[in-house]
């Protein structure tokens, strides 16, 4: 994108065009308030509190609960208390979530993190209340972390552009389709398991990644619902109507550190003057380029997206 990881994350909020750096940057915000409120609550005698507090933002599995709290299916996916829980998940949301960004652009990446997370909210309600193995536990079950949104990246990454080459330590390249079948199988496997709950909410995360491509190559955006909402929210901040530059750029084999480089834009520049080019047709663009790849776009096509990029 702009240019270092950190800087990225730095000016998160500064830029457009961003939404990874938002989700990685809001996630490990919201971590670190937790873990500051948590030690101070418990050093000073109300770790009670902070324990009761916390329910109130975490997905429960029971229904009642849910009806009184029904904003943790959306609080719950950025909430993490684990070091390793919210590494391991910005590490995945980063390396797979920059194909989705360079494919697809910005909003469908946000799109797809949110729907993620609340599908795989949805699922695990489901489960767990239709289940008989579930029954005993259905009320006292709560889950956080942003695992479903980032399995629903995962695998519409690996979906959209599965013969992409990961170099793993140890194994040596692997493509992404292979890893994200791995996650797929042994989530459901430990779906009986101590973590029951979260390895449900995974494989309604990764439907959903899954079920989102597939949908847009017909020209069915999913996201449309969220994508709107966030821009109401947008425009309500900012107080003009928003706008966002989206590039596709084609990218090359990478490696497990998630390095992207030599990413091109085809397009002819020279054009007699500047012509208003709107969000919407940028985005009839990115859904073209998901259906039939950039070498599909027309000569004008290009050249749109080109100025775009440029705003």
Do not use: C
């Not at 507090?53 to 009642?64: E, T």
């Not at 955006?221 to 425009?235: I, S, T």
């Not at 397009?267 to 663009?285: F, G, L, V, W, Y």
């Amino acid at each position: 994108m702009y240019g270092s990881f950190w800087d990225n994350l730095k000016n998160a909020f500064t830029r457009g065009d961003n939404s990874l750096y938002k989700l990685i940057a809001i996630n490990i915000l919201v971590f670190f308030v937790v873990l500051i409120v948590r030690v101070f609550m418990t050093i000073s005698g109300f770790g009670e509190w902070y324990q009761a507090g916390l329910k109130y933002l975490m997905m429960p599995a029971s229904l009642p609960k849910l009806a009184t709290q029904p904003w943790t299916i959306f609080t719950y996916m950025f909430l993490h208390e684990g070091l390793f829980h919210i590494l391991f998940n910005m590490l995945f949301l980063y390396w797979f979530g920059l194909l989705i960004h360079q494919y697809l652009g910005s909003r469908k990446l946000a799109n797809l993190y949110i729907l993620g997370g609340i599908f795989g909210a949805v699922f695990y309600v489901l489960i767990y209340n239709l289940a008989p193995y579930f029954s005993a536990s259905v009320d006292s079950s709560m889950m956080l972390g942003a695992s479903a949104g980032v399995f629903a990246v995962v695998v519409g990454a690996a979906t959209l552009t599965p013969n992409t080459t990961f170099f793993l330590l140890l194994l040596g390249p692997v493509k992404i389709v292979y890893i994200a079948a791995f996650y797929v199988i042994l989530s459901f496997a430990n779906s009986i398991g101590a973590n029951a709950g979260g390895e449900i909410a995974h494989l309604g995360g990764a439907l959903l990644g899954y079920l989102y491509i597939v949908q847009l190559r017909k020209g069915t955006d999913l996201g449309l619902p969220v994508q709107k909402v966030g821009m109401f929210f947008e425009n309500l901040f900012s107080g003009r109507k928003s706008k966002v530059k989206v590039t596709y750029r084609k990218a090359k084999t990478t490696s497990s550190g998630g390095s992207y480089g030599g990413f091109k834009s085809s397009a002819n520049t020279d054009t007699p003057k500047k012509e208003s080019i709107t969000q919407d047709e940028i985005d009839r663009i990115l859904d073209k380029i998901a259906e039939k790849g950039y070498d599909g776009l027309t000569g004008e096509e290009k050249r749109k997206l080109f100025e775009f990029s440029k705003k």
